[in-house]
């Protein structure tokens, strides 16, 4: 599954919002790229973009709820599960970020990184695609 790139439609309607979806969308295509590479890959830069990845995720999600909170249109219910699904995927984001850091050999950093990929590409489609779309329906 690859990932597409952004368009104006993906806007929620929040700057600082859209500006971190953006990046985060440049993040991940940057990493893929790393996977596929010919040769091996540079163990620090991986490190440097996973880590990356990791601290963006963590600023987005706060920057999106304090959006979320702004909205008058959406639900305590709405923000609650919203909230939710953040902890969740950053959870499981999280979770792969340690083994990619200690990978030894090419290989094991390509199958570290490939399972962050993985979830993070879920994210972006599963998430994205549903509560934060639904942000975008509320623009104040």
């Not at 990932?3 to 309607?13: A, F, N």
């Not at 859209?18 to 969308?25: G, M, N, P």
């Not at 706060?62 to 950053?90: I, N």
């Amino acid at each position: 599954m690859s990932l597409p790139p952004w368009s104006p439609r993906d806007s929620l309607g929040n700057p600082i919002v859209d500006a971190e979806h953006q990046k985060l969308l440049e993040l991940l295509q940057w990493l893929e790229g790393e996977l596929f590479l010919e040769h091996d890959m540079d163990n620090a830069k991986v490190a440097a973009l996973a880590k990356e990845l990791n601290s963006h995720v963590d600023q987005h999600f706060f920057h999106e709820e304090e959006f979320m909170r702004s909205l008058p249109g959406l639900s305590d219910e709405e923000k609650a599960a919203h909230a939710r699904d953040h902890e969740q995927w950053r959870a499981r984001i999280q979770e792969h970020l340690p083994s990619l850091l200690r990978a030894n050999t090419d290989l094991e950093r390509r199958a570290h990184l490939a399972r962050i990929l993985r979830v993070a590409k879920s994210f972006w489609q599963e998430h994205f695609q549903t509560f934060d779309r639904k942000l975008g329906d509320h623009k104040p």
